[in-house]
């Protein structure tokens, strides 16, 4: 009974011992060729829409005085010679003008008689001199106060282009120091854009280089844009490198003060590119298998510009090899493989 038991159990081990290799199990994949291609790299920041420079008017006044009416409010559009404002003069402003006229008066009635004097040998050359120099110096006196406008009671300032009221500091009715700003105008469509950069970032980056600008909301089509400046300090409120972009083309959907997205496009740098697919990504980090011999093999990458179906990666790769970019989830390292029929 006992060498019976025994033969049966040789008879049913017999299958097993004699099946064919090929019968281990294998995944059903897709492959493509490995390529070192260029690609470019985007960095992608953030900002605000302000005037051109060049393209701003501040209005104040070199004299106090007082805000009698304010026609405008901030980030109205205006066209050219449409009324501002009206300013009145500080009435202590004008006295000293009016007080320097007189000094004028006086000093120019003063050398007449001192020339009439000095005919007839009765005043010295030092006294014509001095009578002279007074109306030369009330003159100049009146001069720059003339200048400053202070002998204009009401003065109303109009827009001396097509714009738009990018700022008001004041109120109706205020009364302002002289040279205190009232309002800046910054004209319609010269607009540029201020992006904030990390400051590592800031050697990559090069005057020139091509910027795409769009609002952080809707979805209104980007603007073609240049770099134009890097600035060389960090800004000390958001502890970023500010870069000014001059904004070209249509700008229409752009407004001073709007907060806009910028990516700018860096250099292309030549890199091994996969479809997307290809890569995977575990506790270990990102890895895809290439195939050696009809088998898996994992080979952990570095990934770097990843666009919407490609990414460039780096890592000990094979270029004679093909990469899984299909089944790579089923796949474990050294697994058989498969390619399905195209």
Do not use: C
Not at 22 to 31: D, E, F, G, Q, T
Not at 50 to 59: K, R
Not at 79 to 84: E, F, I, S
Not at 264 to 286: C, H, T, Y
């Amino acid at each position: 009974m006992q060498i019976l038991f025994a033969l049966l159990f040789m008879i049913l081990m017999l299958p097993a011992a004699g099946a064919p290799e090929n019968a281990a199990p294998s995944v059903l994949i897709k492959s493509d060729t490995l390529r070192r291609q260029p690609i470019g790299e985007r960095l992608t920041a953030y900002g605000s829409v302000m005037p051109a420079t060049g393209a701003t008017e501040n209005i104040s006044f070199p004299r106090a005085g007082q805000i009698a009416r304010l026609y405008v409010v901030a980030g109205q559009v205006v066209k050219r010679n449409q009324a501002l404002l009206e300013f009145v003069t500080d009435p202590n402003a004008a006295a000293l003008y009016r007080q320097t006229e007189t000094t004028e008066v006086f000093a120019r009635s003063e050398l007449k008689r001192v020339e009439d004097l000095a005919a007839h040998q009765l005043a010295t050359q030092t006294q014509l001199a001095a009578a002279r120099k007074a109306l030369q110096d009330a003159q100049a006196n009146l001069a720059a106060q003339t200048g400053i406008g202070a002998g204009v009671g009401t003065q109303r300032v109009s827009a001396s282009f097509d714009g738009v009221v990018s700022q008001l500091a004041v109120q109706q009715g205020d009364r302002l120091l002289p040279g205190a700003l009232i309002m800046q105008l910054a004209k319609v469509g010269k607009l540029r854009a201020t992006l904030g950069i990390e400051p590592e970032d800031i050697a990559r980056l090069r005057v020139g280089m091509t910027v795409e600008i769009a609002s952080v909301f809707g979805n209104q089509a980007a603007v073609a844009s240049r770099l134009l400046q890097i600035h060389g300090v960090i800004n000390p409120l958001t502890r970023l490198v500010d870069v000014d972009v001059e904004l070209q083309g249509a700008t229409s959907s752009l407004l001073p003060g709007m907060q806009i997205r910028g990516t700018i496009a860096l250099d292309n740098r030549e890199s091994w590119v996969v479809p997307r697919s290809a890569v995977l990504r575990d506790e270990q980090g990102s890895f895809l298998f290439q195939i050696r011999n009809g088998h898996a093999r994992r080979v952990p990458v570095t990934v770097g510009v990843e666009r919407e179906t490609s990414a460039a990666v780096s890592g000990a790769l094979d270029s004679a090899l093909k990469v899984v970019v299909s089944g790579n989830y089923e796949l474990q390292d050294g697994m058989m493989v498969r390619e399905a029929k195209p």
